[in-house]
């Protein structure tokens, strides 16, 4: 799997080596060491995208105007070398061993990652940015199509709403075709999602509890009522300043038992559902799969019991490699047979 990944002034490391020697290893090390990091290295190596949703100022290290990611991907007898160096105005150079790509969505694909992090929560409790962005890293992992037109989609938008900026109206219609366009795509996308995820959801939940998934599309279903109600609303929009209608509005509605999850479930009712949320993400991602897929374990299982430690636990054991952080070890067999990663103590590179 991933046998080796270098790391070069991304979030608080200068320039790191983290070797693996077997298919299970644990990150270990104190709160603000860098454990997180590493897994966010792993997760942007694979889909270009932060599970944290951080640009990528944010995350070059301070003072560096750019990060440079690689990793030594083995799949059977094939190694392949994975890199992508970005700079901090989102410009990025991708390469697959020396030959250099063009393209974002000729570089995504060679492994998946599914991140297990505590953010997951706000997924359920957040606003509905935290419901999209979850949508949207599933939906990159599983079809290329999706990434294309969500990029598409983003890049046309940007630059529409600069153009409101700056009372621009000409500019901001030329944009509106684009956006229809990719937009409906999103919609078709995404809906067909929501319905895969509340089936999943449902199957991992069993007869204990009852999920409902309801999509709720922020724009019209057809490119011509998409391009007219942009149209319509172009006067109201140059006085906002940004786009009023278009998937960056979409809302997922989350249902437990017929409970709104989203300010009104419990604190428990919450951690259930994230945790469900990426074992879903994961055996979607898990049997849509032609490439290696490994589970980034973010020290979510501490509040675990034994018994659904052990479910957890047997749910990712078809996980290509798990990678785990911890501040302190569980005292498991499970760990005890994981290759133990210091954090303090990486290797330094040149």
Do not use: W
Not at 64 to 93: A, P
Not at 272 to 298: E, G
């Amino acid at each position: 799997m991933l046998q080796e990944i270098k790391i070069v002034n991304f979030r608080n490391f200068g320039a790191v080596k983290l070797d693996f020697s077997g298919r299970d290893a644990i990150l270990s090390g104190r709160n603000g060491s860098g454990k997180s990091n590493l897994l966010e290295a792993v997760h942007h190596l694979s889909i270009l995208r932060s599970f944290r949703g951080a640009r990528s100022r944010e995350m070059v290290k301070i003072g560096e105007t750019e990060f440079f990611l690689g990793g030594n991907l083995k799949v059977g007898n094939l190694t392949e070398f994975l890199s992508v160096r970005e700079r901090s105005d989102g410009r990025r150079e991708l390469f697959l061993g020396e030959t250099r790509l063009r393209r974002s969505s000729e570089f995504i694909g060679e492994f998946q990652a599914v991140p297990f992090v505590p953010e997951d929560r706000m997924i359920v409790s957040g606003n509905s940015g935290f419901r999209r962005k979850f949508f949207d890293i599933l939906l990159s992992a599983l079809d290329e199509n999706y990434f294309v037109a969500l990029v598409n989609y983003m890049r046309a938008l940007d630059q529409r709403n600069r153009a409101l900026r700056e009372n621009h109206l000409n500019i901001a219609a030329a944009f509106e075709e684009e956006l229809s366009r990719c937009g409906v795509k999103i919609g078709v996308f995404r809906e067909n999602c929501a319905q895969k995820i509340a089936d999943e959801m449902n199957r991992l939940l069993g007869k204990k509890y009852r999920f409902d998934l309801r999509y709720l599309r922020a724009f019209p279903g057809s490119e011509e009522e998409y391009r007219d109600k942009l149209k319509s609303q172009r006067q109201r929009e140059l006085l906002k300043k940004c786009t009023l209608t278009g998937p960056q509005l979409d809302e997922f509605e989350m249902r437990l038992d017929g409970k709104l999850l989203r300010g009104f479930s419990s604190t428990g009712q919450q951690r259930l559902t994230s945790l469900m949320l990426r074992l879903a993400h994961f055996n979607l991602v898990r049997k849509n799969a032609s490439a290696p897929v490994v589970a980034l374990i973010d020290d979510v299982t501490g509040e675990l019991d034994d018994e659904n430690l052990d479910r957890f636990l047997e749910n990712i054991a078809v996980a290509d490699q798990r990678i785990f952080t911890f501040t302190g070890i569980p005292d498991r067999e499970f760990f005890r047979r994981c290759q133990i990663i210091p954090v303090e103590k990486l290797e330094q590179i040149n």
